[in-house]
Structure formats: structure tokens, C-alpha cells
């Protein structure tokens, strides 16, 4: 196809770069293709910000905030949020000038692509697995958790322990599973039927699971809403003084007995805020899952800008009131006394007389949010394998459209079985940080990418412009690599053995198929 064809390179070049013009003219509709075509345009501003809000909004919101709080930053998580927020700002406008000028579906991928090169592009098309692929693996498990809570809470009905929970876990005999010590785990049956829900639903269409998450969106946005204005009259002023903790704030003690030290220079103050930001951030992934979906955007030039920067406002302002509303109920310390569990819960029902109702919506908003998230990372994950599979560089399967739905229905499919293979057998623990290694690392190529496009192709037309970019795109490169610095070699060993995969996936049969260098 001639739209595909650039300048001649050998297959020793791994640096062979798509232009801009011939990226655009791939997403026209192929005469007689049948099954192929492209992609629908179906999204509108409003899909878009609340598939941003859908992504962002999860259970981070309720677990990361008392974490943060109680571990490190106080009452001053209010200024972790504000930090991190800063740090997905700076990236998210990068994102917004390429998915305005770019309006194809592969976010990351595509970008990395025109900037860098195709071997660039495919480290960070399969680091892009880690984010959305393994996030949503380690979000149906959680799902899982929280669907039996709520089975356990409102019904006194529990999944059995065999079913819900991955044979590397044991049961402790604790909770809902008290007196059955020892028991293991087979598969985790209730993730791998959330994944087969949102796959079918993604597979009958985009605009179909818009409709669908944008009713979810409303569903966790009203609950997180009601718990700011039914818990502000509960504020105690006490709670947030000093708003940062000092340096002699002593010590708690966990319910499982252990002491944590707030005396640690990382447990206060400017310090305490800072690593608070650094766990507050996980709350954000999934803002640049909007730009995966440009290619379904109606008038992607003008909506991709709205949708990834709106929704990262909203989210961040609803951040910021809820972390205050909470330090503001109960006092930080709470949150790591008592264990780090459930702490939102704890906190109405231990400081809201009366509202033990609203405790009970939190595990239905908690479920809304996982959906939500589940779904937007699904769809963030075909879409980038669909552009890859169009390069050539990953097997057709992964591009072929549905004949009526125009979905990518097989890649569907596979990703559903990947997904579920980690989800049925293997803990959250194992996978969840991988998931905001990966983040970072698309965040980083992102930045750099729009400095080198600025010199290399300073006239080509920009419907958004990232202002400041001199300051803007360095400044977000150093502050997610610094990020990703503070993540642990564990992590960074995770990440070298899947880039290893990675490489021999590419030298193997990327390089050999990619259209780019036919």
C-alpha cells in the first residue's frame, strides 16, 4: 500500500522514522478492504473527558490518600496531590500537542514513531503492556476483593477462598474466611469474569462502552461528591495542625503491632510531602489512555486537548477536596494505626455518627471505579497493538476489524486471555508496580518527543501547542525519571527481563515485517 511507503531503508536501520502526512493517510478508509477499513469515529469531547475521569478515578482515590497520610505526608497530602498533579500536568500537555496533530490511535507508540524511530517506538509499544495490560490485570483483582467485601457486607455470603484468590495465596483465617487457615487458592473466577464482561462490551463498540462508562463516571464522581459535602461539616480544624508534620510528631502503632517513626526525615515535612507525592501519583495513571483513543475521535484536533487535560483537572480538584475532607475527620495517624485497610470507611463510620450508610457506597463506588478503570485500559491496550499490527511489526490478528462493529475484536480476545491468565493465577502484588513503571516511562519519551519534533519539524501545523516547551518537556523528563528512580530494583529488574522478551519479539519478527523498511 502505497500510503505506508517512505524512503527506502535497510533492515540494519533501526531508526527509520513514519512522517506526520503518512500517518494521516493510513487512517483513510481502504476501498474493497471489507473487514479492514479503519477505525470508527464515534467520540465526542465529552466521551473523551470522561474516559479520562474513568481511567484516573479508581480505587487510588480511597487507598492512596490515607496511605499517603498516614505513612508520610499528614495532613499535607493535600500538597502531594497538588505535586503529582503537577508532574502528570507537565507530561499531559505533551500529550496533548501530539494527540492534536496526531490524531491516530497507538498514543506513545505513534509518537515515538515519528520523533525517535521505529526501534524507539516498539520498546515503548511493549513497555505500553506494562501500563495498560498488567494495570488491568492487577484492577480486576482488586475488583475481585472488593466484590466479595461487598457480598460479605450486605449479604453474609462469601465467594470461597479456592475461587477468588490465586494459588501462590494462602488464607490466613482472618475476616470473612475466619477458621479456614491454610486454605490455597485455585483461580480467581470473579476477575476473569469482570475482564470477560468489558471485553464483550468493547468488542460490540466504542460508543457503546463510552455510554456505558460514562454512566459509571457519573455513578463514582456523584458518591465521591457526597462524601465531601456530607463529611465537611465533620472537619475538626485541629486535625490539619501543623499542616505539616514536624520532625518530633513521635510515633503509631499499627494494628498489627508494629511502630511506625514519624521521627524518619521521609515521615515529615517537605520530605514527607515529597514521597507522599510519589505514592499519591499511582492515582493519576491512565489520564494518557485518552490519546489511544484519537483515531475514534470525532474532531480528535480540537477534542484529544479537552479530553486529556479537562478530565486531569477535574480529577485533580477532586482530589485535592477529598484528601482534605479526610485528614480534616480523622487525625493522620488513624490511617496507620489502624492498618491502612479500608481506611475511608473507617474514618466515616468511626467520624460520621449516622452516615454508616454512606461507608456501604464507598465499596459501590470503589467497584464503579475499578470498572471503569478495567474498561479504558482494555481499550488503551488494543488500540496501541492495532497500530502496531498496521506497522507490521506485531501479527495482523491484532488489526483485523470486526466485519459489523468495527472493533478490533480478535485482538480483543487475545488481550482478554493474556489479561485473565495474570488475573486468574497470579497476586496484584506481583504485577501492580509494574504497571506505574511503565506510566513513567511512556511519560519520559513523551516529553522528549515534542522537544525533538519542535527542531525537526519546526512548521508543521500544531492545532495545541504546549506552552513554554523549553521549560515544560525537560522539566516533566526529570521529574517522572526521578519518579522512576524511587520505584525499587526489583521493579527495574521486572522491567530489563520484559524488555529482554521485548527485544527478541522484535529482532525475531518485528524487524522483518515492519512496513516502514518493505
Known amino acids: 500500500m502505497e500510503a505506508t511507503k517512505t524512503t527506502t531503508h535497510s533492515k540494519s ?164 474466611y475466619a477458621g479456614e487457615a491454610g486454605v490455597h487458592g485455585i483461580i480467581n473466577l470473579p ?92 492515582a493519576f495513571i491512565g489520564f494518557d489512555a485518552v490519546s489511544t483513543a484519537a483515531q475514534e475521535a470525532k474532531n480528535p484536533q480540537k477534542d484529544m486537548p479537552v479530553g486529556i487535560l479537562v478530565s486531569l483537572a477535574i480529577c485533580t480538584a477532586l482530589y485535592i477536596l477529598f484528601s482534605h475532607v479526610l485528614t480534616g475527620i480523622a487525625p493522620y495517624k488513624d490511617f496507620i494505626a489502624q492498618g491502612g485497610e479500608a481506611s475511608v470507611v473507617y474514618a466515616i463510620t468511626h467520624y460520621m455518627p449516622g452516615y454508616e450508610w454512606l461507608a456501604s457506597m464507598v465499596t459501590v463506588a470503589i467497584l464503579a471505579g475499578f470498572s471503569s478503570v478495567i474498561l479504558v485500559m482494555l481499550l488503551g491496550q488494543t488500540r496501541v497493538f492495532y497500530t502496531m499490527s498496521k506497522d507490521g511489526l506485531v501479527p495482523a490478528v491484532f488489526s483485523k476489524l470486526h466485519p459489523k462493529y468495527k472493533t478490533p475484536y480478535r485482538s480483543q480476545w487475545v488481550f482478554f486471555v493474556f489479561v485473565s491468565l495474570f488475573a486468574a493465577f497470579i497476586p496484584d502484588s506481583v504485577v501492580g508496580d509494574m504497571t506505574s513503571i511503565g506510566t513513567l516511562f511512556a511519560f519520559v519519551l513523551v516529553c522528549i518527543g515534542i522537544m525533538i519534533l519542535r527542531k525537526t519539524d519546526p512548521n508543521l501545523p500544531r492545532p495545541f501547542k504546549t506552552p513554554l516547551y523549553m521549560i515544560v518537556c525537560p522539566l516533566g523528563a526529570i521529574v517522572c525519571l526521578s519518579m522512576i528512580l524511587s520505584l525499587g530494583w526489583e521493579n527495574w529488574t521486572r522491567l530489563i527481563v520484559w524488555m529482554g522478551i521485548g527485544l527478541l519479539v522484535y529482532f525475531a519478527y518485528g524487524r522483518y515485517h515492519s512496513k516502514l523498511r518493505s
Open 191 to 282: 476477575a476473569v469474569f469482570i475482564l470477560l464482561m468489558l471485553s464483550l462490551l468493547l468488542i460490540r463498540g466504542t460508543q457503546e462502552s463510552a455510554t456505558f462508562n460514562n454512566v459509571i463516571v457519573i455513578v463514582k464522581v456523584s458518591i465521591v461528591l457526597l462524601i465531601i459535602g456530607c463529611a465537611w461539616k465533620y472537619i475538626n480544624p485541629a486535625n490539619h495542625v501543623p499542616y505539616l508534620i514536624p520532625a518530633d510528631a513521635g510515633t503509631a502503632t499499627l494494628s498489627t503491632g508494629q511502630v511506625h517513626n514519624y521521627a524518619d526525615p521521609l515521615n515529615h515535612g517537605w520530605l514527607g510531602v515529597l514521597r507522599g507525592a510519589g505514592i499519591v501519583f499511582f
Open 13 to 176: 536501520q533501526l531508526w527509520a522514522k513514519k512522517s506526520i502526512s503518512k500517518l494521516i493517510a493510513e487512517t483513510s478508509d481502504e476501498p474493497g478492504s471489507g473487514q479492514e477499513g479503519t477505525l470508527k469515529r464515534t467520540l465526542s469531547s465529552t466521551n473523551l473527558i470522561a474516559l479520562g475521569i474513568g481511567a484516573i478515578i479508581g480505587a487510588g482515590l480511597f487507598v492512596r490518600t490515607a496511605a499517603a497520610a498516614g505513612g508520610h505526608a499528614g495532613p499535607g497530602v493535600t500538597i502531594s496531590f497538588a505535586i503529582a498533579a503537577f508532574a502528570c500536568a507537565l507530561a499531559g500537555l505533551c500529550y496533548a500537542e501530539f494527540a492534536s496533530m496526531i490524531p491516530i490511535a497507538g498514543s506513545a507508540y505513534t509518537y515515538s514513531y515519528t520523533t525517535m524511530g521505529e526501534f524507539i517506538a516498539w520498546i515503548i509499544g511493549w513497555d505500553l503492556v506494562l501500563e495498560y495490560a498488567l494495570g488491568a490485570a492487577t484492577v480486576s483483582i482488586g475488583w475481585s476483593q472488593y466484590l466479595n467485601a461487598l457480598f460479605y457486607d450486605f449479604f453474609k455470603f462469601h465467594i470461597p477462598y479456592q475461587w477468588c484468590h490465586s494459588p501462590f495465596q494462602v488464607s490466613d483465617g482472618l475476616g470473612m
